[in-house]
């Protein structure tokens, strides 16, 4: 059986997106978000960025940057490419250390979404737990894996699915640009074609912690734009942080839309 996600013919595609950060309880918003388009592609990125006094805050604008960078200076579209924005990051970061030793701790996640147009279809690519999902007819079809401890954990058997956003560990993780470590940025080899009414999310931590998939997917067949989708699961994360009486992490988020903004879904 064909996968749905590489069945369908090319064909060009239209995209509208929103975007929404917030600091949250923190002292500074270390996350840093960026797009930008070229000829008919179109670059997303997110970061979360760790790492001692300002030191998370210059990580992952210094990514964001480097990614958006590399990729206007070059335009190819594929997961090589990914790879090569996301090296370019890596080696920015590396460098800024060099340069600012005080800061030689700091580190950052990524995850970016590469999309043709012309062709309606796309690639991402991810490190750390900066999540990437995508949606067809309103349902999740795929999410990016996180480069977590508590996902090792489960991955093990030692830990249930469901906590994975309640699990002690939950912000420990084992990759990220700029950490020590031999993990490799994740990228979808496979090329998606795009659908109309696709979807897709590219959210930090402090966005996905407080707000299910199944509400993803219930707010996303409610809304009638991209910015309205935000503001619903806004509002659900907010209800959800008071709940539970917890204080909110940064927390940034992309959501992009394929298809004629306010059609019916």
Not at 196 to 221: H, K, P, Q, S, Y
Request: hydrophobic letters at 45%; one cysteine or more.
């Amino acid at each position: 059986m064909a996968d749905p996600l590489r069945a369908s013919a090319a064909a060009p595609v239209l995209l509208t997106w929103a975007d929404a950060s917030g600091i949250g309880a923190r002292a500074s918003n270390q996350d840093a978000m960026g797009a930008a388009q070229q000829d008919d592609m179109v670059c997303f990125v997110v970061a979360d960025g760790a790492g001692g006094h300002e030191g998370g805050e210059v990580a992952s604008r210094m990514v964001v940057d480097a990614v958006i960078r590399k990729f206007l200076g070059e335009s190819s579209f594929g997961a090589g490419a990914l790879r090569s924005y996301v090296g370019h990051a890596s080696a920015a970061l590396a460098q800024g250390k060099l340069l600012t030793p005080r800061q030689r701790d700091m580190s950052a996640t990524v995850a970016t979404v590469l999309i043709d147009q012309s062709n309606g279809r796309a690639v991402w690519a991810h490190l750390g737990d900066t999540r990437i999902y995508m949606f067809r007819n309103d349902r999740l079809r795929c999410v990016t894996r996180d480069h977590s401890v508590t996902q090792q954990l489960i991955d093990a058997g030692y830990a249930k699915a469901d906590e994975l956003r309640s699990h002690p560990q939950r912000n420990l993780l084992f990759a990220a640009i700029g950490a020590e470590g031999d993990t490799h940025v994740a990228a979808s080899e496979d090329v998606t074609q795009l659908q109309d009414r696709d979807a897709f999310l590219i959210c930090t931590d402090g966005f996905w912690e407080w707000v299910l998939e199944a509400d993803m997917e219930r707010t996303l067949a409610a809304a009638t734009s991209s910015g309205q989708w935000i503001s619903a699961m806004e509002t659900l994360a907010e209800a959800n942080v008071g709940a539970a009486g917890k204080a909110r992490d940064n927390h940034s988020v992309f959501a992009i839309w394929v298809g004629q903004p306010g059609a019916p879904r």
